[in-house]
């Protein structure tokens, strides 16, 4: 962070912390090291979210739920975890039917210190990613290990309750330099780590049911409504 960023945080009572564990010399590394980051919290109940978002209620809630569940991980209904490693998932561990369906997204994680457990063994499964050159078992990066971890864990279930974090499939329309994703008004039941696709950012801001209905937005992938060129 620069000085500047730093100041602002102190300003706004926002706690820092310096980072210097493992960092691996990989593609996309700061993804790789989130659990990593993730054991250092020291607070009674964790929640984690990407950058990648827009917070548009109040989170307090979403504790609530952390801390009813231990655990707080969304199913990813996409099934985005078919490509491109799955064979390869499949050839190490077997079967893979319920790693498919009960697949979650790592944009949002929330967790109690009762379970971090849960959050050593995801850290220790990208470890072994790192020491062994596994990285292409796992799709999309540390989010693979994630959700090994939840497929060897019977107690951790991934959320798809409509009103809690269930992320709903998202299927872009390609157009130039922007995606856009039709009838998106069926989704606003989608609340937390709500997935987007689609850049029509000035349509997406004005509906107000939308805004209302959902705690985190996730734009994941490469379009983002906050570049310039849109």
Not at 12 to 41: C, E, F, G, R
Not at 65 to 80: A, T
Not at 162 to 182: A, D, E, G, M, Q
Request: some cysteine; overall charge negative; proline content about 3%.
């Amino acid at each position: 962070m620069t000085r500047e960023q730093l100041q602002w945080c102190e300003y706004n009572n926002i706690h820092t912390q310096a980072y210097t564990d493992i960092v691996p010399d990989i593609y996309m590394w700061q993804t790789w090291i989130k659990p990593l980051a993730l054991k250092l919290s020291p607070f009674k109940t964790t929640l984690y979210i990407d950058t990648d978002t827009i917070i548009c209620n109040n989170l307090s809630h979403v504790f609530d739920v952390i801390e009813q569940r231990g655990v707080l991980v969304v199913k990813d209904e996409g099934k985005y975890i078919q490509e491109p490693n799955i064979t390869k998932y499949q050839a190490k561990y077997g079967s893979c039917e319920s790693y498919i369906d009960n697949y979650v997204n790592a944009g949002v994680i929330g967790f109690t210190s009762d379970y971090k457990w849960f959050i050593d063994q995801y850290a220790d499964m990208c470890v072994q990613c790192f020491n062994q050159n596994e990285f292409d078992i796992f799709s999309w990066y540390d989010e693979g290990c994630l959700n090994r971890c939840v497929d060897l864990n019977d107690c951790i279930q991934a959320c798809d309750d409509y009103r809690y974090n269930r992320l709903s499939p998202v299927i872009p329309c390609l157009t130039r330099r922007k995606f856009l994703v039709p009838d998106v008004e069926v989704n606003v039941h989608k609340k937390y780590n709500y997935l987007m696709s689609f850049t029509s950012y000035k349509s997406f801001m004005k509906n107000d049911n939308i805004n209302n209905s959902n705690y985190i937005l996730h734009f994941r992938g490469t379009s983002k409504p906050w570049y310039h060129w849109l």
